[in-house]
């Protein structure tokens, strides 16, 4: 478990050197403004991932084959940091013809390194969720979120600071370029993280139940019921969160004008927020169970699009206010895999994940490019919508229907099954234990 925190921590500094937004600045530099496309553009560069993520339903039945979680892990995370490492030395001005040419290989490999990485992911997650009992699962993912958390702060403050010096101390040079050495850097990290990954022991699928033939593994977690109610919430919450990303994305660059240190200073200041809170979310996983922590998070979270909503170019640090609020996906992060872990029957933690993050990634996906075609149609359109003494701009609208459809994810996790979860009388009967005559909880008669 220690080799998996170290493991964590090293991968997360590459992570946050090779960030997303890192990504789409790299691709505003690369024309995607001056071609009229930049919400598309936003939307593919988050999005592509996530729809070719759905072949890692597969996964479970290609690790079967492979016979090896641990190989088969370390040979998809080297093979998706060489993809990384390519993208800037291709995606660079002058070495394809065209700027279009330069976003679609940009889109491409961006895409082929997470599809990689998410097969690696679902193999790994097998992986520990064997290696960690089941008694303090909850908090050995805690902690290693921890590490995790503070890796790619340190990772995001490397990459924001060397960004913000590149543009500011060496005028002359092609902006691009600052953001290229990170990604490249981020890449090179990644694979060092693979060390302590190699030293960690293998531990062969035969300690559960071995998969069953293919079709019946795909199969297996969409017929259970348990497992369909979590998913139905990760399909709502994807669709609604990938809705708002290109608006999420355009108004700090392109309209609040925030330097990349900035936008990367948010992420770490929410990153380490969360690295602070994710031990303690896991010991109260492990203690009162996933889904009552994952309600508060939820409603947390819900709340950030209103502080965007608040955000404008007379008063744009209002936008610091959803990332302090977004500290409160740690308790996701931790317990949406706790509790795929606890509700897939031994053996088959692989075929779990990967259908989760599979279909829930395909909807984000969806959802985030219908966002951005639907944001570049209000902009040219310059749509504004009066309710009563209240006018919506085109981010505006976008936000507040993120803020209400969120909230309603609330919904879906309350009629979450958790064997062991406490539900709200439980908690009725812990603060007032003589309710209705009841004897307190854990008293007995003499």
Known sequence: MRLAYANGGLWAVGNGLATTTLVVYLARELGAEQIGAAGLTVSFILAAPRLVGLLRIAAAAVIERFGDRKRFSLVCYFASNLVLLALPLVCAPGVLPTTTQSLTALVSLWTAYHLLEYFATVSLWSWLGDIAPLRIRGRFIGRR????????????????????????????????????????????MMM??????????????????????????????????????????????????????????????????????????????????????????????????????????????????????????????????????????AGLNVTLPNLMLKLAPGGSSASYIAAYFGVTGLFYGLSTIIGGAVFDVLAARTFMLTLGAVTLDHFQFLFVIGWVARLAGVVFLCLLIEPGAWRLRDVVKQLWPRRAGRRPVGETVS
């Open 145 to 188: 979120e921890r590490w995790m958390m503070l890796g790619i702060l340190l990772g995001m403050t490397t990459s924001g600071l060397f960004a913000y010096y590149w543009r500011e101390q060496l005028p002359g040079r092609p902006v691009w370029v600052g953001y290229a050495i990170p990604a490249g850097l981020g890449a090179l």
């Open 192 to 329: 060092v993280s693979l060390v302590p990954l190699a030293r960690m022991p293998s531990i062969p699928l035969s300690v559960g139940r071995r998969l069953a033939a293919p079709l019946t593994t795909l199969a297996a977690p969409f017929r259970d019921r348990r497992f369909l109610r979590l998913l139905l919430f990760g399909c709502w919450f994807s669709f609604f969160n990938g809705a708002t990303q290109a608006a999420q994305g355009i108004l700090p660059i392109w309209v609040l004008q925030f330097h990349l240190f900035w936008m990367l200073a948010f992420q770490a200041g929410m990153r380490l927020g969360q690295s602070g809170i994710s031990p303690t979310i896991g010991s109260l996983a492990d203690r009162f169970g996933n889904r009552p922590i994952m309600i508060v998070a939820q409603v947390l979270v819900a709340c950030g699009p209103l502080f965007y909503l608040a955000a404008t170019t007379g008063s744009r640090w209002w936008l610091a206010g959803a990332w302090i609020l977004w500290i409160a996906y």
